[in-house]
């Protein structure tokens, strides 16, 4: 059993320092309602329960995954009934996995004209390949985020 399944309750600076994640950002996701109204004390303070930290580490976890938090507010709520939602929840991982193919392929595109400019700059006497390419294209980097 590891320490936050043994807790009952924390305070917003132990969640902050137990998961790396800033008070503003708690205060966000419950604003937005990717968390739940959260448990008060009487005198106002925030206390996390176990459920919570369990929700915001699937929460980081879709973050890492490069989920939006519309979609990760998705994933949340197929979360409730998983085996109803799994094919939403694989046409929603479908659709990101393309996404990221296609971002990969960019990164390749981008990956390769800067090893041509940095190639051309090792050979130039004049000038600077790079700032010429940058200044007479408008940047061929910049057709990567169209």
Known sequence: MNDSESRAEYKIGEVTALLEISADTLRYYEKIGLLPPVHRSVSGIRCYLPKD?????????????????????????MREDPQ??????????????????????????????????????????DGCPILDDIQEKGGRLNNLKK
């Open 53 to 77: 930290i369990s929700r915001l580490r699937f929460i980081q976890r879709a973050k890492t995954m490069n989920f939006s938090l519309d979609e990760i507010s998705r994933l949340m709520k």
């Open 84 to 125: 109803r939602a799994r094919l939403d929840v694989r046409q929603l991982t479908q659709a990101k996995l393309v996404e990221i193919e296609r971002h990969l392929q960019d990164l390749t595109t981008l990956r390769n004209e800067l090893t041509l400019l940095v190639n051309l700059c090792h050979s130039a006497n």
